[in-house]
């Protein structure tokens, strides 16, 4: 703020009367003009889904870096938008604008909790409403003042008046009503969408009640111009931020007086006009254009997640918990080691299948919301060429087995389900155990599957603690991997605990 301290010594009665002389000559020159305050108006606009980092663009995370150090500085900064946030990359038909409109709110609460709070501001454009009017838009809290209801009042909020310190500045939003696609969905909804410059001249008033007003509007250069060279010298609106035309003012377009800036378009840009704010004036500071590119290490990173994404191919199903390895020596079944013993019984169509923990290096975890899983994923999780080998087995030897797995826990089965108690003695260890819900016959023999790695004589010995399998033979051309690709795509909805299922169960 700029304050004015009088500290002239005491003058003589000559000078005195000079000052005043001139003081008078000052005030007859013209209006005087206090400038309260330095205001930082960052501003973008159609970004049309573009939120996330790529080589491209840093996206919103590259945004909130900008905005988050401008807090530690002197001015009063705001986050202003001006529509099309909608229809950009090619996301999933059924999650087409729904996306689009989530990621904005967990934005917005990350502006929130940053300290930004109230002073940030969006308004709406065209594509906003590209799949038909969704009144969960309100949910975003948006300004637009010419979207009318039946009654003629507005759907949604159409100003905001903010103040910050000692100023305040009037935000109103407008679209524009010469979109057909745009104006069929709000007609459908049994709205109208009424004139830009008819609508901002209803509620100049109002939010000249604030220091300053800021159009936020959506509509063509061209247009805006016309707007802006209507309104009255007198008016308080000084400054347009724009969206539409996807144009880029690296120096603002002057018009009447007033201000029009624009940030481009698709999150490659974040514009900033830096502005001393006083009431009803509004004097240019600074704008510029700040990329959004990536530093060289960002960008080799996302390169390099990308050209990995690209090779993820096709969605085999929905995973709705965890799939979590197992860890090493913990008693317990692992909900990922479940999954895949379970896809490698399936495929060799055997009683039981046994697979060593180590096999499996990578984990998918869902913190919030079920994540498709890609055949990418797949091999991630098992990134070695293992096939599936058959044999059979006997129910002692399983006995056996289960009795050295008490000790250190090294695999992960399906078809199986034991419990053990670790305070007895070895070799009495476990208490229960069944195959398919039967009890196990140690006469039987029952059909068992492994991966070739497994398979091998030594690690039979150290892995398996010596099980003896008969019969063994490998199946040609049939990996593991595969299997648990076929079985996922079998199953569609993925629902795993990541606690296991219970196949191993252990008392203390």
């Known amino acids: 703020m700029h304050k004015c301290i009088n500290k002239s010594p005491r003058l003589n009665p000559i000078w005195h009367t000079v000052c005043?002389?001139?003081?008078?000559?000052?005030?007859?020159?013209?209006?005087?003009?206090?400038?309260?305050?330095?205001?930082t108006i960052f501003y973008q606009n159609d970004l049309h889904g573009w939120f996330f980092p790529s080589t491209q663009t840093g996206g919103l995370w590259k945004v909130k870096e900008f905005l988050k150090e401008e807090l530690k500085g002197p001015g009063i900064p705001?986050?202003?938008?001006?529509?099309?946030?909608?229809?950009?990359?090619?996301?999933?038909?059924?999650?087409?604008?729904?996306?689009?409109?989530?990621?904005?709110?967990?934005?917005?609460?990350?502006?929130?909790?940053?300290?930004?709070?109230?002073?940030?501001?969006?308004?709406?454009g065209n594509h906003e409403f590209d799949y038909g009017f969704d009144m969960r838009l309100k949910e975003l809290d948006p300004i637009?003042?010419?979207?009318?209801?039946?009654?003629?009042?507005?759907?949604?909020?159409?100003?905001?008046?903010?103040?910050?310190?000692?100023?305040?500045?009037?935000?109103?939003?407008?679209?524009?009503?010469?979109?057909?696609?745009?104006?069929?969905?709000?007609?459908?909804?049994?709205?109208?969408i009424s004139d830009p410059l008819e609508t901002i001249m209803k509620y100049e008033d109002q939010i000249c009640r604030a220091d300053i007003g800021i159009v936020v509007i959506?509509?063509?250069?061209?247009?805006?111009?016309?707007?802006?060279?209507?309104?009255?010298e007198k008016s308080c609106i000084k400054l347009f931020v724009t969206g539409h035309t996807h144009v880029e003012t690296k120096d603002p377009i002057v018009v009447n007086?007033?201000?029009?800036?624009?940030?481009?378009?698709?999150?490659?840009?974040?514009?900033?006009?830096?502005?001393?704010?006083?009431?009803?004036?509004?004097?240019?500071?600074?704008?510029?254009?700040?990329?959004?590119?990536?530093?060289?290490?960002?960008?080799?990173?996302?390169?390099?997640?990308?050209?990995?994404?690209?090779?993820?191919?096709?969605?085999?199903?929905?995973?709705?918990?965890?799939?979590?390895?197992?860890?090493?020596?913990?008693?317990?079944?692992?909900?990922?080691?479940?999954l895949i013993t379970d896809a490698i019984r399936w495929k060799a169509k055997t009683d039981i299948a046994i697979l060593n923990n180590d096999s499996i290096r990578q984990e998918l975890h869902i913190r919030y919301g079920p994540l498709p899983l890609r055949e990418g994923d797949v091999k991630g999780f098992l990134p070695f060429q293992n096939k599936i080998v058959k044999g059979l087995v006997k129910g002692m030897d399983i006995l056996s087995f289960l009795e050295a797995e008490a000790e250190d826990f090294k695999n992960q089965v399906s078809g199986i389900t034991y419990e053990v108690d670790l305070n007895r003695p070895v070799g009495k260890r476990v208490l229960k155990a069944m195959i398919n819900g039967r009890e196990i016959q140690k006469e039987r023999l029952y059909s068992i599957a492994i991966n070739s790695y497994m398979a091998k004589p030594k690690n039979i010995s150290e892995l398996l603690h010596g099980l003896r399998i008969e019969e063994m033979e490998e199946l040609k051309g049939i990996y593991v991997s595969d299997a648990l690709r076929e079985y996922v795509g079998t199953l569609g909805q993925i629902n795993y605990f990541r606690e296991g299922d219970g196949r191993i169960k252990t008392r203390r």
């Open 78 to 124: 705001f986050y202003v938008v001006a529509g099309d946030i909608f229809t950009g990359p090619d996301i999933p038909p059924e999650k087409k604008g729904q996306m689009e409109l989530e990621i904005w709110k967990y934005f917005q609460n990350e502006l929130d909790s940053m300290g930004y709070k109230d002073r940030h501001v969006l308004s709406l």
């Open 218 to 232: 959506h509509e063509n250069i061209s247009r805006i111009k016309e707007v802006a060279n209507a309104l009255s």
């Open 20 to 39: 005043i002389f001139i003081f008078i000559l000052f005030l007859l020159s013209g209006p005087i003009v206090c400038l309260a305050e330095q205001v």
């Open 257 to 338: 007086g007033r201000y029009i800036v624009q940030a481009g378009s698709m999150n490659q840009n974040l514009g900033r006009i830096v502005l001393d704010v006083g009431k009803r004036q509004a004097k240019l500071i600074q704008n510029q254009l700040l990329p959004l590119a990536l530093d060289r290490f960002e960008f080799e990173l996302i390169k390099m997640k990308e050209l990995i994404d690209e090779r993820n191919g096709k969605t085999l199903g929905v995973v709705n918990d965890s799939l979590l390895k197992p860890r090493s020596r913990v008693p317990q079944d692992s909900s990922l080691g479940n």
């Open 144 to 192: 637009i003042a010419n979207i009318l209801d039946g009654l003629g009042k507005p759907v949604f909020k159409p100003y905001k008046i903010i103040k910050a310190k000692d100023v305040s500045l009037g935000f109103l939003g407008i679209m524009l009503n010469s979109y057909e696609k745009a104006n069929e969905a709000i007609q459908n909804k049994g709205f109208k």
